[in-house]
């Protein structure tokens, strides 16, 4: 929780021989987040993450995270120093089923 409702995903890693979609378990670990935040009541996530990750970048945009220009983050975002690409999913728009 970061204020007004909303949260920040700080770092969120998969080992390495346990990613992609075979096993699911970035997706179901984010799954748990949503389920969490959701139950937190909570109307907005945020994250920084950096151009280098890649499939990062697709994973998040394929679960509905939209980028968000850094000026428009919110002021207590909790920025890291490294990140430069940031990401924002509205609560409500996410599908029911997760």
């Not at 970061?2 to 390495?16: E, L, N, Y």
């Not at 389920?35 to 499939?55: F, H, Q, R, S």
């Not at 940031?86 to 996410?94: C, D, N, P």
């Given at each position: 929780?970061?204020?007004?409702?909303?949260?920040?995903?700080?770092?969120?890693?998969?080992?390495?021989d346990l990613r992609g979609k075979k096993t699911g378990?970035?997706?179901?670990?984010?799954?748990?987040?949503?389920?969490?935040?959701?139950?937190?009541?909570?109307?907005?996530?945020?994250?920084?993450?950096?151009?280098?990750?890649?499939?990062?970048?697709?994973?998040?945009?394929?679960?509905?995270?939209?980028?968000?220009?850094?000026?428009?983050?919110?002021?207590?975002?909790?920025?890291?120093?490294?990140?430069?690409?940031?990401?924002?999913?509205?609560?409500?728009?996410?599908p029911s089923e997760v």
């Open positions: 929780y970061i204020g007004d409702h909303a949260g920040a995903i700080r770092k969120m890693f998969v080992r390495k378990i970035a997706q179901k670990l984010l799954e748990t987040l949503l389920n969490y935040a959701e139950e937190k009541d909570l109307i907005d996530l945020y994250l920084g993450t950096v151009p280098v990750l890649k499939a990062a970048l697709r994973f998040y945009e394929r679960n509905e995270f939209k980028l968000i220009a850094v000026e428009n983050l919110p002021s207590y975002f909790p920025r890291m120093k490294a990140d430069s690409v940031f990401y924002h999913l509205k609560m409500q728009s996410f």
